[in-house]
């Protein structure tokens, strides 16, 4: 029998056990979860401008019919990726959450060499506030340049790209696809914007000579939480543009859709987050000039491959191995050239 002492650490396991399984349940409490209550506000309320903006009948039952129908939250490529979110927002926490490489080792790494290379420099007067607004905007610059290079890499590296094609698998678009990425994508994507991003605050603080801090909103960077605040419509159907002047700055919601895109002209466009500079500098952009329809997926018809959650773990390391045997990828409609704009 369990004396005093083991019924103890038997309650308190599973107590930590089920505290876990619930927790993906309470992502709505959390401002660094992309299910943050204010996000999800801010979405709907957006959907529903877009809305009243369109041509169709508006009001409430047309709206819902339009935004939350059957065929798309109940696709059977949805139903995986709400499978795959609540399971691998319990595997990767527990598991793997702690070797995700730190912006704030980063920039501790950098300010120290710097330190240590040219010493420390004093701490100007009277310049908290002006350096706190410039460490913010560089800081983010950097940071989502950092997601830029990854997510590029993603589409041209094919080892990547084998990995890559669980996220492009969708074939349709709901905000839970944003979490449809295998564990090693979720390394690499937080892994080269924390190298860039920390590479600018250690260098800030050193020349800064003090630990300066950004602004925020509940706790998070004030531009990601305005990011954030529009990010859950880039996986969705509701065809959200910034138009032709603006998309070229920042990339729409209606942009992101069309990376989705299965068709060839799409492919490999719009690889940008929350600057479009980057996609203009390196040719990737695609600006639409009026509202697209198009089907979702990697076009080569093997999405079906991927809507299972063993399936997102472990396809890709089959993938990988066939094309290290073979030197052929399953499929490459992504990995080169984007097809030239018309």
Not at 52 to 61: E, N, S, T, V, Y
Not at 137 to 149: E, N, T
Not at 174 to 189: G, K, Q
Request: no cysteine.
């Amino acid at each position: 029998m369990l004396d005093a002492a083991d019924l103890a650490q038997l309650q308190s396991t599973l107590a930590a056990v089920f505290t876990q399984l619930l927790k993906p349940l309470f992502a709505w409490r959390s401002p660094h979860s992309h299910f943050f209550w204010p996000f999800l506000v801010a979405a709907l309320a957006l959907s529903v401008l877009v809305y009243w903006r369109g041509d169709a009948r508006r009001d409430g039952r047309s709206f819902f019919a339009a935004y939350f129908p059957k065929a798309i939250w109940g696709h059977r490529s949805a139903l995986a990726d709400y499978r795959y979110w609540y399971v691998n927002r319990i595997l990767f926490a527990v598991a793997l959450g702690a070797y995700f490489l730190s912006t704030a080792w980063v920039a501790r790494s950098v300010r120290g060499a710097l330190d240590g290379a040219f010493g420390a420099v004093p701490v100007p007067p009277d310049t908290a506030l002006a350096a706190k607004l410039l460490l913010t905007v560089l800081y983010f610059i950097a940071y989502d340049f950092g997601r830029y290079l990854a997510h590029y890499t993603l589409h041209r590296v094919t080892l990547l790209w084998l990995i890559h094609k669980v996220h492009h698998s969708a074939e349709v678009l709901t905000p839970l696809t944003n979490a449809r990425a295998h564990p090693l994508e979720l390394f690499w994507m937080a892994g080269v914007p924390s190298a860039l991003g920390g590479t600018v605050l250690g260098i800030f603080m050193h020349v800064h000579g003090a630990d300066t801090g950004v602004f925020t909103i509940f706790g998070l960077h004030a531009f990601v939480f305005v990011y954030n605040a529009i990010g859950n419509l880039r996986h969705s159907h509701v065809w959200l543009s910034y138009g032709p002047r603006f998309s070229y700055l920042f990339v729409s919601p209606a942009q992101h859709q069309i990376h989705h895109s299965a068709l060839p002209e799409h492919f490999g466009r719009n690889i940008g987050y929350a600057f479009a500079l980057w996609d203009w500098l390196f040719g990737t952009i695609y600006v639409p000039a009026k509202e697209e329809r198009f089907a979702m997926g990697l076009g080569d018809g093997t999405d079906a491959k991927y809507h299972g959650i063993v399936r997102m773990y472990v396809q890709p390391f089959i993938d990988i191995g066939r094309y290290l045997v073979t030197g052929r990828a399953s499929s490459g409609a992504v990995i080169g050239a984007p097809t030239p704009q018309p």
